[in-house]
């Protein structure tokens, strides 16, 4: 939630701001991960206020 709240909005309103934010979080999950790593990260749902 730390990483989202700190992105503008409109990062988040674009295919790419998207790609680049899962992209960010899956290499921040996966370096706290000792064993596997995150293969992919889906997004079901946007609130931006």
Do not use: H, P, W
Not at 22 to 36: D, P, Y
Request: aromatic share 6%; hydrophobic share 45%; glycine share 4%.
């Amino acid at each position: 939630m730390v990483l989202l709240s700190s992105k503008e909005s409109q990062l988040l309103r674009t295919v790419n701001g998207k790609r680049r934010i899962r992209e960010e979080i899956m290499a921040r999950v996966n370096t706290l991960m000792s064993k596997g790593k995150v293969a992919n990260v889906y997004f079901t749902d946007f609130i931006i206020q």
